[in-house]
């Protein structure tokens, strides 16, 4: 069992950085591979990004490639975001999630963990 907690969002300016963070607890934490999700309102829940169970494997949607990174640290539990040069379009309720296979994987029904999201918000 992993359960997963968002946080680091918040209200911003386009331009601006944000980190997102997102603690896990459970047993398994630093042999699954961890996703990051976006919901913007009245849309579907989007991909973001991905990292496996060690960090050496990352994958990111092409609209955030180059602007977010992705990083782990399995010592402290905890999936980050890095997110710059933030644009109106990022805004919307990002989820961390959790797929204790190890599959670095774009889609939403391959995670079986999520968390209970973070609103990021970023004004013109």
């Known amino acids: 069992q992993v359960q997963l907690v968002e946080s680091g969002g918040g209200l911003v300016q386009a331009g601006d950085s944000l980190r997102l963070s997102c603690a896990a607890s459970?047993?398994?934490?630093?042999?699954?591979?961890m996703g990051w999700f976006r919901q913007a309102p009245g849309k579907e829940r989007e991909f973001v990004a991905a990292?496996?169970?060690?960090?050496?494997?990352?994958y990111y949607a092409g609209s955030v490639k180059g602007r977010f990174t992705i990083s782990r640290d399995n010592a402290k539990n905890t999936v980050y975001l890095q997110m710059n040069s933030l644009k109106p379009e990022d805004t919307g309720v990002y989820y961390c999630?959790?797929?204790?296979?190890?599959?670095?994987?774009?889609?939403?029904?391959?995670?079986?963990?999520w968390g209970q999201g973070t609103q990021v918000t970023v004004s013109s």
């Open positions: 990292i496996n169970w060690s960090g050496e494997i990352m």
């Open positions: 999630a959790a797929d204790p296979r190890g599959r670095v994987g774009g889609t939403s029904t391959e995670y079986n963990y």
């Open positions: 459970g047993r398994t934490f630093s042999s699954v591979a």
